[in-house]
């Protein structure tokens, strides 16, 4: 301690003619984001142009409002294999056809399906904005899903899966949203099981694309370098004479069943080859509506990020892992929070101890004002960095758009989160983070940590990896008679 | 340099950034090193303060020179070592070079970072690391009066050293006749590289060596990928790069090959798509694509305010002109059909190539794979 402080002193000394401690920030400077104005076509579709014209690029993103949560559950998977499809091949388009005209344009085309929606984007300079809605409009109302694309790209789902169902933390992600929703909403992987991926055939795809696929489901976001009227037009030129379907829009899918499961579960999957553990705590979050969502983003992210506490505790305090950190995912439903790290397969125990303890601990106190403000700081950066781009721009507004937010609140959402007090911390935590309420999962090789873990929790599931069943809550294949 | 200075602790320059939700990184290229950070506008003297006191003075001891040598080497092991063409790309560099110090890439090696020593990091801060040696790119929201203030003030005490600063004297010689090189590695499936050498990158003829690589390589409608991936089925991976130095520069053509394919078709073909753009001027539509693309993906890059000081700090120091990057797109547009086909007469001849078999170490001894 002596020297440090001599040593200090000294540098003092040496730099007496330069400032010696960094000069203060200024005031922060005033940020008004671009302001989306919107029609609604005579079909029901929701037309949004967010306009700023600083780089000639335009991106136009069609949303579905639906995608993996309308799965049905013995074929998981197949919103996202639609929405892959699409691209290749349609009525008037094939799939070289398609990939050729998006390179001449310079620009680029991505469909996929997530919790909640459906994306279908295209983005290219601005002077070829029209030629790039008409592919959009293309691949979106008139995929052919012919049968040889589909068993092409079913073996790239099979494959891509066989790899993650070697990583003990995708393994541990899958069986966490299996714990936790069951056969609700959110439950399954999201490109697929083994199983459902087989079981998938053509109709079940056009069956998809029918009922979901509609104009008065679905929302179209033009940012950019593009002025409201045009885009509105366009808007009109390529999605007007998209039809309204007769037939009713189904009924969202029933309340997520994860409401009324009673959890604590502690799930281990043995996996002896696994050179680590992935360690994972899951429990229910909030819905994107939720009064709390400010407070519940802040909260989450006391947690994570390289300076939060998860990180903190278990990579810099105590080396280990490489990395820890939370989630907190709002959903049109209840979506997860989730703590997580991987580790030596010795240390699973001590970790699942390490993420509870740092769950709790949100619940019991305050964090200081001096804890909190890089944390918030940590959120409005990356918030203003995502809408430095039109993609970015384009994907924040479609967010708001899915969940029937103002679409002005990309203007609030820095105030938002200055407004949180370290009180709001533990108030939050306390009623919707229980950590007595979560479950715990590990994948690795059990025979490291399971003695410790079964001290620590008693009941302890134990499944080897052989024996996992994603589809179904239990986890555990049916035994041969 | 991530370490301490003469005024910050150890890690500060992470707190000044992290914590106000920004972030700070640093590259090396062949010829330059970029230290940037990312902040709100309003922490924008405190950075300048920051920067100039890492200019002035950095601490190293021997302990965190040791500790980020560590950090060197395993980076070079998972960027060279661990991914199976990585030590391929490498050798490419390595030998495309004969001359020119470029021939060592910047990442080093095992050995020599060993042989390095804390002296030898100390020496290297003092002698290139200096003001008349820098150059400052500051984009965003400020204002510029009061930025040249903060300039002057945190700035202008850093002295500027007596002795002469070095420069690389070395001019890489034209290549005279084709040279070819077998190595081996860990990957499954070979793969096959060509270089050809360019001049650098302030020279004229590089747009339309970059609009000719667009053509050959980008996307699956370009040449190269649809001859050799699409139908002759040689290839699974075929790239063409026109990679920009200050003093020469190099493109590179390479195709991974399919399973059981032999590298000396792969050869012929890439050979026979390059003639192809020798012997006859590109359509106008696939020169409309290929400028298309290169547009599109540089607005892209230059969308943030980290992409727009990347621009402009190319532009300042390799082409001597930061208004230079105003004017690269007039530039890429004005490339016309002939420009490509008198620059592929120009360079792709067989005594300006390289060629590069990385064969599976498996193969070598005899063993099919």
């Known amino acids: 301690m002596f020297v440090l402080c001599f040593l200090v002193l000294l540098n003092l000394v040496v730099s007496a003619q330069t400032q010696t401690t960094p000069p203060p920030p200024s005031a922060p400077r005033s940020v008004t984001f671009p302001k989306p104005v919107e029609q609604t076509l005579a079909n ?8 700023r014209h600083d780089t000639p690029l335009v991106t136009a993103s069609v949303v579905v409002k639906n995608g993996g949560e309308v799965d049905p559950l013995e074929l998981a998977g197949v919103a996202d294999l639609t929405a892959n499809l699409l691209s290749k091949d349609t009525t008037t388009r094939t799939a070289t056809g398609i990939a050729e005209e998006i ?19 295209v983005g290219v300079m601005s002077d070829k904005t029209a030629s790039a809605m008409a592919i959009l409009a293309d691949v979106v109302r008139r995929p052919t899903f012919k049968t040889d694309e589909i068993e092409r790209l079913r073996q790239q789902y099979i494959d891509t899966l066989t790899l993650s169902l070697d990583e003990p933390g995708s393994i541990a992600r899958f069986v ?4 936790l929703y069951g056969d609700g ?9 083994l199983e459902s991926l087989k079981r998938i055939s053509r109709p079940d795809i056009v069956k998809i694309h029918r009922l979901y696929y509609r104009p008065d489901n679905a929302i179209l976001v033009i940012g950019g370098d593009i002025n409201a009227a045009n885009g509105f037009s366009l808007a009109k030129r390529f999605f007007g004479d998209w039809p309204k379907p007769v037939y009713r829009l189904p009924a969202l899918p029933a309340v997520n069943k994860a409401d009324n499961q009673t959890s604590g579960r502690v799930v281990v999957i043995d996996k002896p ?5 992935a360690v994972y705590l899951i429990r229910r979050g909030i819905a994107r509506k939720d009064p709390d969502y400010y407070r519940g983003i802040v909260t989450n992210s006391v947690l994570s990020g390289y300076s939060g506490r998860l990180n903190q505790e278990i990579r810099i305090k105590r080396g280990l892992s490489y990395g820890a950190g939370s989630s907190l995912e709002a959903r049109r439903d209840i979506g997860p929070f989730v703590a997580t790290a991987q580790t030596k397969n010795e240390s699973g125990s001590q970790v699942a101890g390490l993420l509870v303890q740092e769950v709790e601990r949100l619940a019991v106190s305050s964090p200081t004002e001096n804890e909190l403000t890089p944390r918030k700081a940590a959120l409005i950066g990356e918030f203003s960095r995502s809408l430095e781009t039109v993609n970015g721009l384009v994907g924040r507004v479609s967010a708001l758009a899915l969940y029937g937010l103002s679409l002005d609140e990309i203007n609030h959402y820095i105030e938002n989160v200055q407004l949180i007090n370290p009180s709001d911390i533990p108030k939050f935590a306390g009623t919707k983070l229980d950590a007595k309420a979560s479950d715990i999962i590990i994948v690795g090789n059990s025979k490291a940590f399971l003695a410790e873990l079964q001290k620590r929790y008693g009941n302890v599931e134990v499944i080897p990896f052989a024996q996992l069943d994603l589809n179904t809550r239990l986890l555990r294949k049916k035994q041969a008679q | 340099m991530f370490k301490s200075t003469k005024n910050m602790q150890s890690e500060m320059m992470d707190r000044l950034t992290e914590d106000v939700g920004g972030f700070n990184n640093a590259s090396t290229a062949d010829d330059v090193t970029i230290y940037y950070e990312v902040v709100p506008s309003n922490y924008l003297e405190t950075l300048i303060w920051a920067e100039a ?5 950095l601490n190293v001891d021997d302990a965190n020179f040791k500790s980020e040598r560590d950090v060197v080497k395993e980076e070079f092991r998972q960027s060279v070592l661990t991914p199976p063409y990585g030590r391929f790309e490498f050798l490419l560099q390595q030998k495309s070079f004969l001359e020119h110090p470029y021939k060592r890439p910047t990442i080093g090696n095992i050995e020599d970072l060993d042989a390095a020593s804390l002296h030898d990091v100390q020496e290297f801060h003092s002698t290139y690391y200096r003001p008349d040696n820098v150059t400052l790119v500051v984009v965003g929201d400020f204002d510029a009066k009061q930025l ?3 300039v002057d003030k945190y700035f202008g005490p850093v002295a500027k050293p007596d002795r002469p600063l070095p420069r690389v004297q070395v001019t890489e010689p034209p290549r005279k006749s084709e040279v070819r090189f077998t190595e081996y590695g860990i990957n499954d499936l070979p793969a096959v590289g060509l270089t050809f050498l360019t001049p650098g990158v302030a020279d004229p003829d590089t747009d339309a060596l970059d609009v000719a690589a667009a ?9 190269l990928y649809h001859a050799l991936v699409y139908d002759q089925q040689l290839a699974a991976e075929v790239s063409a790069i026109a990679e920009s130095r200050e003093d020469a520069s190099l493109f590179v053509v390479t195709a991974v090959l399919s399973e059981g394919k032999k590298p000396e078709d792969i050869e012929r073909s890439l050979l026979t798509e390059i003639k192809k753009l020798q012997d006859k001027p590109v359509l106008q539509s696939e020169l409309d694509k290929a400028k298309n693309q290169l547009i599109t993906n540089q607005l892209r890059e230059r969308e943030t305010n980290e992409g727009k000081a990347q621009a402009l700090g190319e532009a300042a120091v390799l082409l001597k002109d930061p208004q230079r990057a105003n004017t690269d797109l007039a530039r890429l547009r004005s490339v016309t059909a002939a420009d490509v086909q008198r620059v592929m007469q120009k360079y792709f001849n067989s005594s300006n190539r390289l060629v590069l078999y990385y064969l599976p170490e498996s193969s070598k001894s005899g063993g099919v794979k």
Do not use: M
């Open chain 1, 273 to 277: 080859d696994a050179g680590q553990a």
């Open chain 1, 185 to 193: 909403l959110y439950g399954h992987p999201l490109q697929g099981t």
């Open chain 2, 215 to 223: 053509i050959l390589g980008a996307g699956e409608s370009s040449r």
């Open chain 1, 103 to 121: 390179e001449s344009l310079g620009g680029e085309l991505e469909s996929n399906a997530r919790w909640d929606s459906t994306n279908i984007s």
């Open chain 1, 176 to 179: 966490g949203a299996k714990v």
């Open chain 2, 148 to 150: 040249d203030v903060w």
């Open chain 2, 53 to 57: 006191d890492r200019l002035a003075g």
């Open chain 1, 44 to 51: 029901g579709l929701r037309v949004i142009v967010v306009e």
